[in-house]
């Protein structure tokens, strides 16, 4: 009788424990409190602060047998930054935002609060824990990294996961993997950063006289 009640206990903790691994999280109040917390420790982190460098390696996923590899640069400086990839160079000043596609050697002109929430800003996945777009759970907490997978909310999105690796001892982000639903991957990994770097103002403010011949589309709100 007594072993029978036994495996009657051990098979209702176990069913517990699947239970609360397998939460589905559906909504954004649901989001996972552990990875919030950890989550916000990143960000705080991040925006304490004054000045840094980060550098970083992208690797963009086609397909199975596709792929491109580039290193990135990204500064900033206040609410000033310098992000320069491949063929995209990305500077803003805190008030104007330049996006020179050096391809076409065409600049255009934004207003520098309208890309915060692009894929390619780091305020995108540093702010990203207080989106109600997304929820997300600490999936993994076993080795020297934080696993935090986050899901859309809405089935419309593009993104079918988000993923951040972020390291237990210098609670920075270290690897971002954004899954979209058409198969494609975006794979940032050997992110270094060197926070307290000063720089030019030079840097955050787009020359156009260094390229002659550039098309120049102002998009500014009047």
């Not at 999936?139 to 993923?163: E, M, V």
């Not at 920075?172 to 899954?179: F, G, K, N």
């Amino acid at each position: 009788m007594k072993r029978c009640i036994a495996l009657i206990l051990i098979t209702v903790m176990l069913q517990f424990m699947v239970t609360a691994q397998q939460k589905p999280y559906l909504s954004a109040g649901e989001k996972d409190p552990k990875a919030t917390t950890i989550l916000k420790k990143a960000s705080d982190k991040i925006k304490g602060f004054s000045s840094y460098e980060m550098q970083f390696r992208l690797t963009h996923y086609l397909n199975k047998s596709t792929q491109k590899e580039w290193p990135g640069m990204y500064r900033q400086a206040g609410k000033k930054f310098y992000f320069d990839l491949d063929q995209q160079l990305v500077i803003s000043n805190g008030k104007v935002t330049w996006v020179y596609l050096k391809q076409r050697n065409e600049v255009q002109l934004n207003d520098a609060d309208s890309d915060e929430s692009t894929m390619l800003s780091p305020k995108f996945f540093t702010e990203l824990y207080k989106s109600k777009d997304f929820v997300y759970v600490l999936s993994d907490n076993s080795g020297s990294q934080y696993l935090i997978d986050f899901k859309p909310l809405d089935k419309r999105s593009s993104y079918a996961k988000i993923t951040l690796k972020i390291n237990k001892k210098t609670n920075l982000p270290a690897e971002i993997t954004v899954i979209n639903k058409d198969g494609t991957r975006y794979y940032f990994k050997e992110i270094l950063f060197a926070p307290g770097k000063k720089f030019s103002d030079s840097i955050f403010n787009f020359n156009v006289g260094k390229y002659p011949g550039i098309a120049v589309e102002d998009l500014r709100l009047e």
